[in-house]
């Protein structure tokens, strides 16, 4: 079965810092795809960024970019230059054959 | 806007009711995901269609229910509604093939909160 370990229940970052949230994943495939959530107060969920398996490339969207370990089954994301807006619970995920695991998220406080 | 809806946006109902849950996916999206978050739990995947038919399960419950439409809406049918499925339910689509396979996003809809009372 496939699992995804947030460790991180809550985390705070000063506008403008650098912070990075953690995730691992269990599975014994090896093409798959990762996915970094968004929820806001509003309750949305928002794809934030996305990883292939296959690609040894880390996926970046502007501030946003990730550290893919698939050795060590790691999915970091890291968020530069946070800004207000970034305050929301982040939500993990992995994909394969369509079948979404989720973690359980880390709740993200951007401090002005 | 992720171009997916979800109606109603609240539901409110008592112990023992049914309750039906609507969701129009993206255009060209044949694929309908739905889900459960609970108080402080992280989402929990119920069921998948494609194209009008059921291709994945998840922890669904035998109380609930599912179906797509030939026009690609879904519904998603809760019956004998205890306190516990009190929660938010969210539905996604996706492009997705016939083969379940390619690379696929998921974009969520706005949720219904079904408060259980």
């Known amino acids: 079965a496939q699992t995804v370990t947030q460790s991180q229940p809550e985390m705070s970052v000063q506008e403008a810092e650098t912070v990075t949230l953690s995730c691992t994943y269990d599975t014994s495939e090896n093409n798959y795809y990762l996915f970094w959530y968004k929820q806001p107060p509003s309750r949305q969920m928002i794809l934030v960024i996305r990883?292939?398996?296959?690609?040894?490339q880390n996926a970046t969207e502007n501030r946003f970019s990730v550290n893919f370990q698939k050795a060590a089954k790691s999915f970091s994301l890291k968020i530069s230059d946070s800004q207000l807006g970034d305050t929301a619970m982040y939500f993990c995920a992995f994909m394969k054959q369509n079948q979404f695991y989720f973690g359980t998220g880390t709740s993200l406080t951007v401090i002005p | 806007d992720s171009g997916v809806t979800q109606t109603p946006k609240h539901l409110i109902t008592a112990t023992g009711q049914r309750v039906t849950l609507r969701c129009s996916p993206r255009s060209g999206d044949l694929s309908v995901y739905w889900y459960q978050q609970s108080l402080d739990q992280g989402l929990q995947f119920l069921i998948q269609y494609y194209n009008g038919e059921e291709r994945a399960k998840g922890n669904i419950l035998e109380r609930f229910s599912a179906q797509q439409f030939p026009d690609l809406h879904s519904e998603l049918n809760l019956s004998s509604l205890e306190l516990g499925d009190s929660a938010l339910y969210f539905c996604?689509?996706?492009?997705?093939?016939?083969?379940?396979?390619?690379?696929?996003?998921?974009?969520f809809g706005p949720g219904t909160r079904l408060t259980v009372l």
């Open positions: 990883q292939e398996a296959y690609k040894q």
């Open positions: 996604a689509s996706s492009v997705a093939t016939a083969s379940g396979g390619a690379l696929d996003t998921q974009y």
